[in-house]
T-cell receptor, first 114, second 119 residues
Framework: EAQVTQNPRYLITVTGKKLTVTCSQN?????MSWYRQDPGLGLRQIYY???????DKGDVPEGYKVSRKEKRNFPLILESPSPNQTSLYFC?????????????FGSGTQLSVL | AQTVTQSQPEMSVQEAETVTLSCTYD???????LFWYKQPPSRQMILVIR??????QNATENRFSVNFQKAAKSFSLKISDSQLGDAAMYFC????????????????FGTGTRLTIIP
């Protein structure tokens, strides 16, 4: 089954404790992206990647890092989480290269930073 | 930069009735895509309907249809014969046409409309 898999689905942590949210897709997609969802703000893009070793900032990249060492994986790293990073996070992927097909979303990760 | 505005934070509709959710957007581009996504309590992002800006015909998917007014930059979603399973948060989203804007396939989202279905 074609899917984008995020882990964990729920995470509670404390300020400053490094964490990684994993994202994996099994569709051989070139394009991957991370969004955060906050009440009253909708979803906003954090980072994106057009291919292996190619990443770039989205609209709200501060406090986050990403890497794309393999085509299927695109982890989101919070080196020193803060309470304002409490949010619902989504990973998404698509074929890329100007493809007009839809974006596939993961199931989301609810992060709480205390 | 593009912006998407959903001016109705909450809406409610009687079961089996019709409801329309509003969305306006701002862009200087001529080629783009517009989407409606549904987010039920499971939090999953589900694509409801997609409209290509170059198509004059309004998209339809079963009970869901859109009213796309390109000149007015308006993209409303009509849900007919509302069902309890339609209760969700609905997001309107914009994407540049990737063939003309190769690179970041970013979706720009509105702030969402929470739809309640009254039995």
């Amino acid at each position: 089954e074609a899917q984008v898999t995020q882990n964990p689905r729920y995470l509670i942590t404390v300020t400053g404790k490094k964490l990684t949210v994993t994202c994996s897709q099994n569709m051989n997609h070139e394009y991957m992206s991370w969004y955060r969802q906050d009440p009253g703000l909708g979803l906003r893009q954090i980072y994106y990647s057009m291919n292996v070793e190619v990443t770039d900032k989205g609209d709200v990249p501060e406090g986050y890092k990403v890497s794309r060492k393999e085509k299927r994986n695109f982890p989101l790293i919070l080196e020193s989480p803060s309470p304002n990073q409490t949010s619902l996070y989504f990973c998404a992927s698509s074929l890329g290269r100007g493809d007009r097909e839809k974006l596939f979303f993961g199931s989301g990760t609810q992060l709480s930073v205390l | 930069a593009q912006t998407v505005t959903q001016s109705q934070p909450e809406m409610s509709v009687q079961e089996a009735e019709t409801v329309t959710l509003s969305c306006t957007y701002d862009t200087s581009e001529s080629d783009y895509y517009l989407f409606w996504y549904k987010q039920p309590p499971s939090r999953q992002m589900i694509l409801v309907i997609r409209q290509e800006a170059y198509k004059q015909q309004n998209a339809t998917e079963n009970r869901f249809s859109v009213n796309f007014q390109k000149a007015a930059k308006s993209f409303s979603l009509k849900i007919s014969d509302s069902q309890l399973g339609d209760a969700a948060m609905y997001f309107c989203a914009y994407r540049s046409d990737p063939l003309h804007n190769f690179g970041n396939e970013k979706l720009t989202f509105g702030t969402g409309t929470r739809l309640t279905i009254i039995p």
